[in-house]
């Protein structure tokens, strides 16, 4: 069975600043990974997500994460926050073909002007 | 194009009481599914269809729980008797393909609260 950490369920960053948000995945074999984003009043949507490519994967607004076997680690990046940044990030990973999805517990993202 | 829907956006019922959660997906997503969130717990999933056949169901908690999806398009999950245990959020989403791994479409989800 996998499992899922994210470290940190609150991060707090300054307009510009770097966006560092940690995840860390227990699984007997290198997993699909995903980071979803969750908006104010939204639905999750997804940002970007590993399927055994590249290990450098870009998302979108600007968002980035490196698969990291040797660390079973996939954090997510972005070189300069943006107000609108500000939401709660999820990392998931699954070994099936489909979406059943193991989530972390999940990190709310402030951005301070 | 109309994104995954959930109905009611929140609930709030005695324990004991029947609620029945509504999901329509994005057309022609074959594959729906049902997520949970409970207050300060991560998102665990709870089911999956394709089309009208549940695919896994593992994620269930109990027998209190049904979930259906007749005709293959929208799904209900019905709680029935709900217990305080049952609060949380219930997410729905929806994908296009069965090989198109985890890119699914969430709903906003439905909160529930039983008091």
């Known amino acids: 069975a996998q499992s899922v950490t994210q470290l940190g369920s609150h991060v707090s960053v300054s307009e510009g600043a770097l966006v560092l948000l940690r995840c860390n995945y227990s699984?007997?074999?290198?997993?699909?990974l995903f980071w979803y984003v969750q908006y104010p009043n939204q639905g999750l949507q997804l940002l970007l997500k590993?399927?055994?490519?590249?290990?450098l994967v870009k998302g979108i607004n600007g968002f980035e994460a490196e698969f990291k076997k040797s660390e079973t680690s996939f954090h997510l990046t972005k070189p300069s926050a943006h107000m609108s940044d500000a939401a709660e990030y999820f990392c998931?990973?699954?070994?099936?073909?489909?979406?059943?999805?193991?989530f972390g517990q999940g990190t709310i993202l402030t951005v301070h002007p | 194009e109309a994104g995954v829907t959930q109905f009611p956006s929140h609930s709030v019922i005695e324990k004991g009481q029947t609620v029945t959660l509504r999901c329509d997906p994005i057309?022609?997503?074959?594959?729906l599914y049902w997520y949970r969130r409970v207050m300060g717990k991560e998102i665990k999933f709870l089911l999956h269809?394709?089309?009208?056949?549940?695919?896994?169901e593992s994620g269930m908690p109990n027998n209190r729980f049904l979930a259906e999806r007749t005709g293959g398009t929208y799904s209900t999950l019905k709680v029935q008797p709900a217990e305080l245990e049952d609060s949380g959020v219930y997410f729905c989403?929806?994908?296009?393909?069965?090989?198109?791994?985890?890119?699914?479409?969430f709903g906003e989800g439905s909160r529930l609260t039983v008091l």
């Open positions: 989403a929806s994908s296009q393909e069965t090989a198109n791994t985890g890119e699914l479409f």
């Open positions: 699984s007997s074999v290198p997993p699909y």
């Open positions: 590993y399927t055994s490519a590249a290990t």
């Open positions: 998931a990973v699954t070994l099936t073909s489909y979406g059943k999805l193991t």
């Open positions: 057309s022609g997503h074959d594959n």
């Open positions: 269809f394709v089309k009208e056949s549940k695919q896994d």
